[in-house]
């Protein structure tokens, strides 16, 4: 094999230091290996060959077209494939570009390509044009052509530049460049990268985005979401030979179930390594996963902004199961407290980062840059500590960190203790807000038949003291946003609801 480990990180350091693209990368992956797998979509195998030529057939028509590197676009294509062909294109081309899902409202994608002055929105179906933006169809071309001379968008951005988006706390988007180097150099800090990754949502979403471009930098195969259709996870594994597998806490979930409903015995993936990201993930949930689907379980910290800052492999998880792991390579991490000094190990403080697959900034947004950067450190807004044996213990989002009777409490602390307690399947702490007391921690459980909640209360007193919670609020399920996420302010609405009814 051509294209093994080391080669990979040589070929990926040397396409950083010329300044090349993923698409230069891929197109060197199909001269040196063009038949090797790049994608598995709806289960048949596209080869790095038939991508490439996928890809430059797309540039010349987007560059017939009239596309040029100046140009900023959108991309609003449902089906998995011809997303990623277009991706690639406009990466060959220079364009900078962004996805606006197409499950996304009319209204929130009209107004970020407003917001970015997007020159051009490629679709796939007529309906999700967004006039008067000019739009370009895959199969019928123009539908309204851009009118001449094209003025400069209204947030520049670096050729090639693809730009992801996050929730804003001004209820508008954040917007996240990824130039090309960062890109690469984000897939290159891991030495053993998957084979062949499958990821349980489309490139419409951001993680399954990131990570499909990641994956194809390293020479890897991504089997597209659309192949699961009628395809239970434990047998895709089988049918295309799948190394790897990116979860969210609600994937696993729904795979738990899956795998439980079929009666599979045993282990129903092993061999497979699970990567969980997204949001924290419980031990009860862990346990769940390492006995019923694999226990090559991998943790990885990070954000869409900043990929990746930390990874617990399963040794790490045994250890302390509320842990991290450690840094990555060439990633520097520091915990601060609010005059941006290191605090002792042992302490909570604020997590701060940089390395080399760090995002330059937030577009059109000063007021996040100035409350996320500093000095050059990104600031996620998580808190963490150091443990004894220099591993990262997460306490979770410091916005979180509740204060009650000037007691500084962070629910990560109480869901690590709630979460060893025999019939708690899932938990998730947040404050109902007191005008006498400051904020009372709520614990919301996804608990077990039997689970007694008082026995439940009086055990987190014996081993919290004043930072336990309250009061117990149980729910069939949590609520989460699609990147895995607890809504904790859809659980303090239900748990009012529930008050007043």
């Known amino acids: 094999m051509i294209l093994d480990g080391d080669g990979q990180l040589s070929r990926l350091a040397d396409a950083i230091a010329q300044g090349r693209t993923l698409a230069d990368v891929v197109t060197q992956i199909a001269s040196l290996e063009p038949l090797r797998v790049a994608a598995v979509d709806r289960g048949q195998a596209v080869t790095y060959q038939a991508l490439c030529t996928a890809m430059a057939s797309r540039a010349q028509e987007l560059a017939a077209a009239g596309f040029t590197g100046a140009d900023f676009v959108g991309i609003s294509v449902s089906d998995e494939l011809p997303n990623l062909v277009t991706t690639l294109a406009l990466i060959q081309i220079g364009c900078a570009h962004i996805c606006l899902p197409s499950f996304e409202p009319a209204e929130w994608r009209q107004s970020t390509a407003t917001r970015l002055g997007l020159h051009a929105v490629i679709v796939d179906k007529p309906a999700l044009a967004l006039p008067p933006f000019p739009c370009w169809h895959l199969t019928d071309g123009w539908s309204a052509r851009p009118a001449q001379p094209r003025i400069a968008p209204r947030v520049a951005v670096a050729p090639a530049t693809v730009v992801f988006t996050s929730s804003g706390t ?3 988007p954040k917007l996240i460049p990824i130039p090309q180097a960062t890109l690469l150099a984000s897939a290159a800090q891991y030495r053993d990268w998957p084979e062949t990754m ?3 949502a489309s490139n419409e979403h951001n993680g399954p985005r990131r990570q499909q471009l990641r994956v194809l930098a390293r020479a890897g195969c991504v089997v597209m979401s659309n192949t699961r259709e009628g395809c239970p996870a434990y047998r895709l594994a089988e049918r295309h030979g799948v190394t790897d597998m990116l979860m969210t ?11 439980e409903h079929a009666g599979i015995p045993g282990l129903a993936l092993d061999g497979v390594r699970l990567w969980l990201t997204g949001s924290r993930i419980g031990q009860s949930l862990r346990e769940r996963v390492t006995q019923r689907l694999s226990p090559l379980l991998s943790v990885v910290y990070g954000s869409i902004e900043c990929l990746p800052l930390s990874r617990a492999e399963p040794r790490d998880l045994h250890k302390h199961p509320d ?5 990555m390579p060439r990633v520097q991490v520091e915990l601060v407290d609010a005059r941006h000094q290191p605090v002792a190990p042992g302490v909570v403080g604020r997590l701060r980062a940089k390395s080399p697959g760090c995002f330059p900034g937030y577009l059109d947004d000063e007021p996040a840059n100035q409350r996320c950067f500093h000095e050059g450190w990104y600031y996620p807004g998580d808190s963490a500590r150091w443990g004894e044996d220099g591993m990262l213990i997460f306490h979770g989002r410091s916005d979180d960190m509740m204060i009650l009777n000037s007691i500084n409490i962070f629910p990560g602390e109480i869901e690590a203790a709630v979460e060893t307690y025999p019939g708690v399947r899932e938990c998730s702490v947040f404050p109902s807000r007191s005008g006498l007391h400051g904020e009372i921690p709520i614990l919301a459980v ?6 007694d909640t008082q026995a439940l209360l009086a055990f987190c007193r014996a081993r919290l003291g004043n930072k336990a919670p309250r009061k117990v609020f149980e729910v069939e399920t949590l609520p989460r946003n699609p990147s895995g996420k607890v809504l904790k302010a859809a659980l303090l609405e239900m748990f009012d609801k529930r008050g007043q009814a």
């Open 198 to 200: 499958a990821c349980f």
């Open 446 to 451: 996804v608990r077990d038949a039997g689970l």
């Open 249 to 259: 806490a609600f994937i696993a979930q729904s795979v738990l179930s899956e795998v």
């Open 170 to 172: 001004t209820g508008k």
């Open 323 to 327: 842990t991290i792991g450690y840094p």
